[in-house]
Nanobody, 124 residues
Framework: QVQLVESGGGLVQPGGSLRLSCVISGADLYYYSVGWFRRAPGKEREGVSCTSNSDDGTVYADSVKGRFTISRDNDKNTVYLQMNDLPLEDPADYSC?????????????????WGDGTLVTVSS
């Protein structure tokens, strides 16, 4: 059974940084794509970034390009989301998700496996 556990969320001031981690068990990350998504209260879930299991490359939402970086350590079965220059905004729950299809499909059509999320709050 594939399971995902996110960590690294918390309270940060505007302009600050956080690094989120997504640890995956029950699967060999080498063969899996992983996406990060966020949902603020009362809003739709939105894609943030994705790292593919193929030469598909990475995906970033326009709103985070140049500020967020997704990376993966296949040996540790972990995907990271480095978030810099965070703007003042509503708290959001950041979740990671995975399956064996490339980001070009899963990021836009949905992943099979999801974590429970980690809360990110940007506030002064």
């Amino acid at each position: 059974q594939v399971q995902l556990v996110e960590s690294g969320g918390g309270l940060v001031q505007p302009g600050g940084s956080l690094r989120l981690s997504c640890v995956i068990s029950g699967a060999d990350l080498y063969y899996y794509s992983v996406g990060w998504f966020r949902r603020a209260p009362g809003k739709e879930r939105e894609g943030v970034s994705c790292t593919s299991n193929s030469d598909d490359g990475t995906v970033y939402a326009d709103s985070v390009k140049g500020r967020f970086t997704i990376s993966r350590d296949n040996d540790k079965n972990t995907v990271y989301l480095q978030m810099n220059d965070l703007p003042l905004e509503d708290p959001a729950d950041y979740s990671c998700a995975t399956d064996q299809t490339p980001c070009s499909w899963s990021y836009y059509n949905g992943f099979d496996f999801w974590g429970d999320g980690t809360l990110v709050t940007v506030s002064s």
